[in-house]
């Protein structure tokens, strides 16, 4: 199967549908991406207070190559240009053999807060030497994971205060290998159940017992490189170097500015985030971890660095990545489910490097455009398609009133309605 579609964006839905069944050994059954995959009435079973459901536009990305695999890459996402930019990126890197992946083993951490200790040395040391009985304790909580190959592989104990308003306090780290479960309900059940052992081994009283989303055990690290030609704006805008240099000049920015570094780290969430919704995932959870990791060494730094390499540039991503491709939504979502079959997943492991992949690629893009062009062309070209849609252009008329809008400058539902107005010979429609 090539991800490498040429001129997928300019077909229609239909079209585009086609095209992927032509590269599979069976045709998808498309048809949870058309209702959005998730009925009212199985909504109602999901959250509460449920008064209908919530579409997103869900798209692939293509041209990815991850670890020699390609890989059409799903996203959900109402931005414009985020699939073109990860795309257009994807293809950049391919040409020097695509996306790298390291994943690290997928272990989550359980917190059990212990209060109200007297001497909390003593406690810490007492949990230090209870450890392999806690930990086989822990593991017979969790048959079914220990027989999946995972399980609690660990326990540490961390002082966090030896006095204050609530007394001495210690926190009870549980390790947790996950397997492909994002883990959250495994770990936070393992915590509620082994707290009341906890604490009465630290001689203090049970406080908080849930995960932590800073997954620092359970990461990604991706790798690309970019050619200069690859990076260059045009075929006769020189030869990619100005590029090269204004990309690692732009990282440096972001190392050495918390402002930048944020907006970069958006650049990338954009990327990780649009997978992480099409594929069911816990988001939330994952931007948390993602920013306590940037601020881990006390300051906040870029999730993605890139450096020149020869004629070239060298892209690394290194964050934590906490998902699953078994358990939460994915029970009762169509569409979610329909997204890992279209990228082939099967593991979480390949889920987190799909999702770190579209991460690089979407920040190598909007650097590559800030360097350049600067953001607001190519964003402003999209948005003039969805200006036309708005004042009640359709088929061939959005891209035709979008491309005058854009030839204009002037990206405005006013003008669109004239456009819209003298292309079709109809009198200017009063918007609702
Ligand atoms: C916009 O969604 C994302 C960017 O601001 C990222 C960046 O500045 O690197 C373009």
Redesign the pocket.
């Known amino acids: 199967m090539s991800s490498r579609l040429p001129g997928f964006y300019r077909l229609s839905i239909a079209a585009r549908r086609a095209q992927v069944d032509g590269t599979r050994t069976a045709p998808l059954d498309w048809t949870a991406l058309d209702d959005g995959g998730l009925d009212a009435a199985v909504a109602d079973h999901l959250i509460e207070n449920v008064v209908g459901t919530y579409a997103l536009p869900f798209a692939l990305a293509v041209n990815f190559a991850i670890d020699g695999n390609d890989t059409l890459v799903p996203m959900a996402v109402e931005?414009p240009s985020?699939v073109a930019a990860a795309s257009n990126a994807a293809r950049m890197v391919r040409e020097r053999g695509g996306f790298t992946a390291e994943v690290s083993a997928p272990i989550v951490i359980g917190q059990i807060q212990v209060v109200g200790i007297a001497d909390v040395g003593t406690a810490a040391r007492a949990i230090d030497r209870a450890r392999a009985e806690l930990l086989e304790r822990a593991r017979a909580l969790l048959p079914r994971l220990v027989d999946r190959g995972g399980g609690p592989v660990d326990i540490t104990a961390r002082v966090l205060a030896s006095d204050g308003p609530d007394g001495g306090v210690v926190v009870v780290h549980l390790h947790v290998d996950c397997c492909d479960a994002m883990g959250a309900n495994l770990v936070n059940g393992l915590c509620e159940d082994l707290a009341d052992e906890v604490a009465a081994i630290a001689g203090g009283t049970v406080g908080l017992r849930i995960l932590s989303n800073l997954t620092d055990g359970r990461t990604v690290t991706i790798t690309a490189r970019v050619d200069d030609q690859a990076l260059a704006s045009s075929p006769d805008a020189g030869d990619g170097a100005l590029e090269r240099r204004a990309i690692a000049a732009?990282s440096r920015f972001a190392e050495l500015d918390p402002y930048r570094a944020c907006?970069?780290n958006?650049?990338i969430m954009?990327g990780v985030d649009a997978v992480l919704l099409a594929t069911g995932q816990d988001w939330r959870a994952v931007e948390a971890g993602a920013h306590a990791f940037a601020c881990s060494s006390g300051r906040y730094q870029p999730l993605a660095t890139w450096r020149e390499d020869g004629l070239g540039l060298i892209g690394r991503l290194h964050m934590p990545l906490a998902v699953g491709t078994v358990g939460g939504a994915l029970h009762v979502h169509r569409a979610a489910r329909t997204a890992l079959t279209l990228a082939g997943v099967t593991s979480a492991r390949q889920l987190a490097a799909i999702a770190g992949a579209a991460g690089l690629a979407t920040?190598l893009a909007?650097?590559r455009?800030?360097a350049t062009d600067g953001?607001q062309r190519g964003h402003m070209a999209l948005h003039a398609r969805v200006v036309a849609r708005a004042v009640g252009a359709t088929g061939e008329l959005v891209e035709q009133v979008a491309s005058e809008l854009a030839i204009a400058g002037d990206i405005k539902a006013e003008r669109a309605r004239l456009i819209l107005a003298r292309l079709t010979g109809h009198p200017i429609q009063e918007l609702p």
């Open positions: 931005e985020i732009a907006t970069h958006k650049g954009n920040n909007a650097l455009a800030l953001i």
